[in-house]
């Protein structure tokens, strides 16, 4: 059997719509050998899912996609194999809630004045650390105010757009200290969706340990050109699917996934922090 890891996906712990569990049994259909879970700005996932994880021999690494700001473009970056109860990892989490809870609020007030009424009540009792702007785009479809995510997107809260709202930054610099102090590894995700290909590329001056470079939906030669890049600076290469489930219908767990050679490196790091 080849082997396969899907080293970027989101559970209902941030913006997916399956649990850390549901993952799993998802990641065995796929076939997969291994995952992490990489949920938005929060660590819990990988605790709730790993006893079931063992229990099915599927190999987990912690993980976590951190949001930060660089030159106001919204970065997100790859956590991998940290220690989850690392209190600067803890503390960068809690910041982020913080941060998360003043910029939706923005963003419901924004939406009020377009006369989409939404009780800020009703979003943060849903049960996440990391409630965002896909949770917001499930109400507008709720309630009829949009037909579907990429409506919500596109006209109100996509970047840039009339309803959407900047939270205060978080630097690239203090997110990879965050990850370092907590014995992590951190790579770039997705450079692929930058518009501007020289923006990802001075991105990496920053300490990265590497850059996702297989990523669902890329096609090879879109893939091919960050593997070169990789290789030329010495950085890990990481890949994933980036599975939502329902706020992104078209991408399946197991979309994109590496090969044994590029996840050793990580599986023994990972080995190295766990003794
Ligand atoms: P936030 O983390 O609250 O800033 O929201 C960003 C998240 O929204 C991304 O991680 C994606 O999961 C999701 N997203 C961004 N654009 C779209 C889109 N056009 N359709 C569906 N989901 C999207
Ligand atoms: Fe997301
Ligand atoms: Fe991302
Ligand atoms: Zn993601």
Redesign the pocket.
């Known amino acids: 059997m080849t082997f396969r890891a899907d080293l970027h996906c ?1 559970s209902t712990c941030s ?1 997916g719509s399956f649990s850390p569990r549901e993952l799993i049994d998802l990641a065995i259909e796929a076939g997969l050998q291994a995952l992490s879970i990489t949920d ?1 700005d929060t660590v819990e996932a990988y605790e709730l899912a790993k006893p079931y994880a063992e229990e099915k021999g599927l190999i987990l690494l912690p993980g976590a996609e951190f ?1 930060a700001h660089f030159e106001h473009v ?1 970065v997100h970056i790859l956590a991998y194999c940290f220690d989850v109860n690392h209190g600067e990892i803890l503390r960068l989490c809690k910041r982020h809630q913080e941060r ?1 809870r003043e910029r939706n609020l923005r963003i419901l007030e924004k939406l009020g004045k377009e006369g989409f009424k939404i009780d800020p009540e009703e979003l943060f009792s849903l049960p996440s650390n990391a409630l ?3 949770h917001i ?1 499930a109400l507008l479809i709720q309630k009829g105010y949009v037909k579907d ?2 409506e919500a ?2 006209f109100y809260i ?1 970047d840039g757009k009339k309803c959407y709202a900047e939270g205060a930054p978080l630097g690239i610099e203090e997110t990879l200290e965050a990850i370092h102090a907590a014995k992590g590894l951190a790579m770039l995700a997705h450079p692929h969706l930058y518009k501007e290909r020289a923006f990802p590329l001075k991105v990496l001056s920053f300490p990265f340990d590497g850059l996702e470079v297989e990523y669902a939906l890329m096609n090879n030669r879109q893939n091919a050109s960050w593997i070169r890049i990789a290789k030329k600076r010495s950085l890990l290469a990481t890949g994933g699917s980036d599975f ?1 489930g329902a ?2 219908p078209h991408i399946s767990l197991g979309a994109s996934t590496i090969s044994w050679e590029r996840f050793e490196p990580l599986f023994k790091h990972f080995k190295g922090i766990s003794n």
């Open positions: 989101h913006d938005h949001s919204n998360r965002g702007r896909p785009a995510f990429s997107f596109h996509g939502h706020s992104k």
